[in-house]
């Protein structure tokens, strides 16, 4: 589990219709952001850009469609979740305030 991030897959759940302020319905990516999730490296990156990724889909009220055909995109390509750690760490934080 130690290249969770390093190894996961693209945000994007293959909606791709850029409706709002430039941002794609189904994931909330840009097309700037799509190209540049390609090529990020290691996992201090990938865990960065989907940790904004999350809080803009929890801000429009996304979040949970999203994450669901997410998870579901990256049982098929046979990865471990990056939202499993994301939410661990969330949860974490609430713990301690």
Same mark, same amino acid.
């Given at each position: 589990?130690?290249? /969770?991030?390093?190894?996961? %897959?693209?945000? &994007? @759940?293959?909606? &791709?219709?850029?409706? @709002?302020?430039?941002?794609?319905? !189904?994931? =909330?990516? /840009?097309? %700037?952001?799509?190209?540049?999730f390609k ?16 809080? #803009? ?10 994450? =669901?055909?997410?998870?579901? #995109?990256?049982?098929?390509? !046979? #990865? %471990?979740? %990056? ?5 661990? !760490? ?8």
């Amino acid at each position: 589990m130690a290249k /969770t991030f390093a190894k996961a %897959p693209s945000p &994007c @759940i293959s909606v &791709c219709k850029f409706r @709002i302020e430039g941002q794609c319905i !189904g994931c =909330r990516m /840009t097309k %700037p952001e799509k190209k540049r999730f390609k090529k990020l490296e290691g996992k201090g990156e990938k865990r960065a850009f989907l940790a904004m990724l999350s809080a #803009r889909l929890q801000a429009a009220g996304r979040y949970g469609y999203w994450s =669901r055909l997410y998870r579901r #995109r990256c049982e098929k390509k !046979g #990865r %471990p979740c %990056p939202l499993d750690k994301l939410e661990a !760490g969330l949860d974490k934080g609430r713990e301690a305030a």
